[in-house]
């Protein structure tokens, strides 16, 4: 069993930064593929980013690339979203999910693999 909990959302002004906070328990983050999703209002989930079980470089999506970053705390073993330069379209809320899979590249993006997701945090971003 693995428990997901995120953490930091909060209403920012276009322009600001935010670091989003994903900690798991029951697993060690190093067994578990983790992502982040969002699901802006109104609109479907999608995707943000994984960083796979295996490590490797994170996978980010065409939309927050060069703005978002993940990195991790293995000691904490917590995962974080680093968000920059926000803007309107940021709005949502923002989903950490995890799976103990190794995910094929194909499944990465694929809102059903994973098995274990928080309930969420909103980020809203509004002058």
């Known amino acids: 069993q693995v428990q997901v909990e995120e953490s930091g959302g909060q209403l920012v002004q276009p322009g600001a930064s935010l670091r989003l906070s994903c900690t798991i328990s029951g697993r060690s983050l190093s067994t578990v593929t983790m992502a982040w999703w969002r699901q802006p209002p109104g609109k479907e989930r999608e995707f943000v980013a994984v960083v796979r079980r295996r490590g490797g470089t994170p996978i980010v999506a065409g939309s927050v690339k060069g703005r978002f970053t993940l990195s991790k705390d293995s000691a904490k073993n917590t995962l974080y979203l680093q968000m920059n330069n926000l803007g309107t379209e940021d709005t949502a809320v923002y989903f950490c999910?995890?799976?103990?899979?190794?995910?094929?590249?194909?499944?990465?993006?694929?809102?059903?693999?994973?098995?274990?997701w928080g309930q969420g945090t909103q980020v809203t971003v509004s002058s």
């Open positions: 999910a995890a799976d103990v899979s190794d995910l094929i590249t194909s499944r990465l993006r694929d809102r059903s693999a994973y098995d274990w």
